[in-house]
């Protein structure tokens, strides 16, 4: 047990680096109106300003930061019709890409690494637990587990969606694997191959088809760094083989392996459906953007595109990954100004540049830029791009 402590560095814990730990499980939250994705972020602007009132900024993301700003801005005042609940979206994923540096600036970042592993064994029991209900049949009982003191969530809300499947205090097993990766990135720089293999286990028992190309780009990344000696290498060749191994050979894993196989690429909405969108879309706004409050709204605006070879979800809107969706929505300049930032940071850290790759990899399956999964993943890059700097 002391050894584990020491090993995840469970002893090196802060209530602020805690706090922003548990970020992306209380942002699911919500008082009525009130949504904890940008109001936990305005706690931690104060609590950090507090420790440390001196900001250290990111050029890639200031640039970026100023130039949404701008762009919604004109959106709003020069084109008619935009809805009131813009403003809403734009002042949240402002408020979240402001308080990043901010909430950085704060951070000790060995207690933050402490935290995450808390974090990461309070949800790894949560997802255990899913996962010996599904065993037992009781696939009826699986939802969401709710942390205390915060509101209950009603019957419509996600968290009560027969999902079943392992989702632990996640809405959904994708939004644990994005939790996750980056604990399992953590044991894996630090030659912690069984946590790290635990942590990897996790995600396919999620059943998250994100979860199990991040293990796999994670993986494959770190094995073909030049900075592992060959004892490292030989010994995440042999984590690679048992878990492919266990991927595809036992039932535990069936359900994301089914996942993977019964989807069809030309019918995938999150792999056809933005190269779709940008075919149709008119040169124009893939240079100047979008001039509609979302993908949603400007196809609305704009009935001539052809809509044929999109795929709708059941509620009548559109998911299109974030690669696509920044360069429809905020054109060639703002995709440009999104890909900056891995690249200035890939440039900078070596180190840091396997869980770099998967988050490149994942703006071609997931849409969380400018918003609080985004903005977390951020504040735990730039803490460790900021320690690497002071440390090396």
Request: charged share 10%.
């Amino acid at each position: 047990m002391k050894k584990l402590f020491q090993t995840l560095h469970l002893n090196e814990v802060g209530v602020f680096e805690l706090l922003v730990a548990l970020y992306p499980i209380i942002s699911q939250y919500a008082w009525g109106i009130v949504h904890m994705n940008f109001v936990m972020f305005l706690l931690l602007d104060v609590i950090a300003f507090v420790k440390n009132p001196k900001t250290i900024w990111f050029k890639p993301l200031t640039i970026l930061t100023v130039f949404y700003a701008l762009h919604e801005l004109i959106v709003y005042v020069f084109f008619a019709g935009m809805p009131t609940y813009m403003i809403g979206d734009v002042m949240s994923s402002l408020i979240i890409a402001i308080s990043i540096p901010i909430v950085v600036s704060a951070v000790n970042y060995q207690k933050l690494v402490g935290s995450f592993h808390w974090v990461a064994l309070l949800c790894l029991g949560g997802l255990f637990y899913h996962y010996m209900l599904i065993i037992s049949g009781n696939v009826s009982s699986i939802h969401p587990l709710t942390l205390p003191l915060f509101p209950a969530q009603d019957m419509s809300s996600r968290a009560f969606e027969d999902i079943f499947r392992p989702t632990s205090f996640f809405w959904e097993p994708s939004s644990y694997a994005t939790f996750m990766v980056i604990p399992l990135f953590l044991c894996l720089s630090e030659r912690n191959f069984v946590m790290g293999s635990i942590y990897a286990l996790s995600l396919f028992l999620s059943s998250s088809t994100n979860g199990i190309i991040f293990v796999v780009v994670l993986l494959a990344v770190f094995f073909i760094r030049g900075s592992l000696k060959w004892y490292h290498k030989a010994l995440l060749l042999i984590l690679a083989v048992a878990l492919g191994y266990s991927l595809f050979n036992m039932e535990y894993f069936s359900q994301g392996v089914d996942k993977m196989e019964n989807t069809e690429i030309m019918s995938s909405q999150r792999i056809m459906n933005g190269p779709n969108l940008v075919a149709a879309t008119p040169g124009e706004y893939l240079i100047l953007g979008a001039d509609a409050a979302n993908i949603n709204d400007f196809l609305l605006k704009h009935p001539e595109i052809n809509t044929g070879k999109l795929i709708f979800l059941k509620s009548g809107s559109l998911f299109v990954s974030d690669f696509w969706r920044i360069l429809v929505k905020y054109g060639v300049l703002g995709l440009i100004l999104v890909l900056l930032m891995y690249v200035r940071v890939i440039k900078r850290c070596e180190p840091l540049r396997p869980y770099l790759y998967v988050l490149v990899v994942a703006l071609f399956s997931q849409s969380v830029v400018l918003g609080s999964s985004w903005g977390y993943e951020w504040v735990f890059i730039l803490a460790y791009l900021l320690n690497y700097e002071r440390t090396r």
